[in-house]
């Protein structure tokens, strides 16, 4: 299948210009060199699946070329600053690299079964790209087809809660880890050539890799000494209260420094001062003595640092229609400036920012502080939240709102395995 994501590119210059325009273009791709000295063995031999040999069922994967490959795509941002400089941010993906990156998408599909298709459509394609594409910059990528537990049943699911907490789709979470599971063999026994590994997902996607860790990655030292990291946020990850590790998982620890190793990265995230917290959907542990994990991505110690959000200027359809509209639209204040910025996404540095907190009810979420200035030429809203999940706070962005600090941090963690 021919994968089309296209995203609206405006041209004219003329308001570019007016709006601040392009100081400067830097390349943050860094430079992949040696080879992992890992475990090569292989925990699955003679492993062979019948959805993933070879490049079937994969959105992105190295052997895919051009547009049949999700992750083969334009991922540059116009970073716009507080004095309205526009910069381009260039996405460049790595020559020849030397990690890979496994990543599982969230609940996307609209298909209206319980599970979805194996037929990818826009909405999982527009999900990969944006949330996973630029991790090219740091590894070679797998991204899997599955059979997830759709929208369209996470919305049923909603709606008979309030009835009494039927499910519509009871064995739909199997059937969604039996692919990804399928797939992570597949891709450890016949395509990752002994090479380290970090796994990306987000949501399901994250729950899903959750699970992954604990039955085979903890399981399996070959498998636990090519781990480099986890980057799985919007997901519970579980640790007895106060600690890094426990719990979920037993072996596999908090990230708390950039060049730590087999650890894993995971929160959730809520506006500052968000009135939900005192119920929310994400963050929250029902295992006495436990709390859910909160790592900052830009701040793994702890305390507060800027976030570098990486925004997509058009969500995947779904999306777009849920996310309640707050703001102009984009990264400046005046809306015709945001039809001009050329690239498919935009940052606002220092305009974010980001803290591990724990509300008095044990809820553990990453709070964004969003810096409005209505003196300065940036726009003082930004849309999170969506109709109808309002105690989920920023989930549908939890990616997008740290994206440039999670590629970064991959980055640290890739250098450190191979050396």
Request: proline share 7%.
């Amino acid at each position: 299948m021919i994968h089309k994501f296209l995203f609206g590119i405006a041209t004219a210059s003329l308001l570019l210009t007016a709006c601040g325009g392009d100081s400067s273009s830097t390349n943050s791709a860094g430079t992949r060199v040696g080879a992992s000295a890992a475990n090569t063995t292989n925990p699955f031999p003679d492993y062979q699946s019948t959805l993933y040999t070879g490049t079937s069922n994969w959105l992105c994967h190295p052997d895919l070329m051009g547009t049949n490959n999700v992750c083969n795509g334009n991922f540059d941002s116009t970073a716009v600053a507080a004095d309205a400089t526009a910069t381009t941010l260039s996405y460049t993906p790595a020559t020849a690299p030397q990690v890979d990156c496994f990543y599982v998408y969230p609940t996307t599909s609209i298909d209206l079964a319980g599970n979805s298709d194996l037929n990818d459509d826009l909405q999982e394609q527009q999900t990969t790209a944006l949330q996973f594409g630029r991790y090219g910059e740091v590894c070679r990528q797998f991204a899997p087809v599955y059979r997830q537990r759709t929208l369209t049943a996470l919305g049923l699911n909603t709606l008979t809660g309030a009835l009494g907490g039927i499910d519509v789709a009871p064995n739909a979470g199997e059937v969604a880890y039996a692919d990804v599971l399928d797939a992570f063999k597949e891709y450890i026994a016949n395509q990752s050539e002994g090479r380290g590994f970090i796994l990306v997902g987000h949501s399901q996607g994250s729950g899903i890799l959750r699970r992954l860790i604990a039955e085979e990655i903890e399981t399996r030292p070959e498998l636990l000494s090519r781990f480099i990291s986890a980057h799985i946020p919007g997901t519970n990850v579980l640790v007895p209260t106060g600690r890094d590790v426990g719990a979920s998982f037993q072996k596999v620890a908090a990230c708390r420094s950039a060049n730590q190793l087999g650890c894993v990265v995971a929160y959730v995230t809520y506006r500052a001062g968000d009135p939900e917290l005192e119920d929310p959907r994400f963050g929250l542990s029902s295992v006495e003595g436990t709390q859910a994990l909160c790592t900052n991505p830009a701040a793994l110690a702890g305390g507060q640092s800027d976030l570098f959000p990486i925004i997509p200027r058009q969500q995947p359809p779904v999306f777009r229609v849920l996310l309640i509209p707050r703001g102009p639209g984009g990264p400046n204040a005046n809306p015709a400036c945001n039809l001009t910025i050329p690239t498919p996404y935009y940052s606002m540095p220092g305009q974010i920012k980001g803290e591990c907190k724990v509300g008095p009810n044990g809820v553990s979420y990453l709070e964004a502080s969003i810096v409005a200035d209505p003196n300065d030429p940036r726009a003082d809203d930004y849309p999170g939240e969506f109709i109808g999940g309002m105690n989920w706070g920023f989930h549908l962005i939890d990616v997008s709102i740290a994206q440039g600090d999670l590629i970064r941090l991959a980055q640290r963690q890739a250098g450190s395995y191979l050396r």
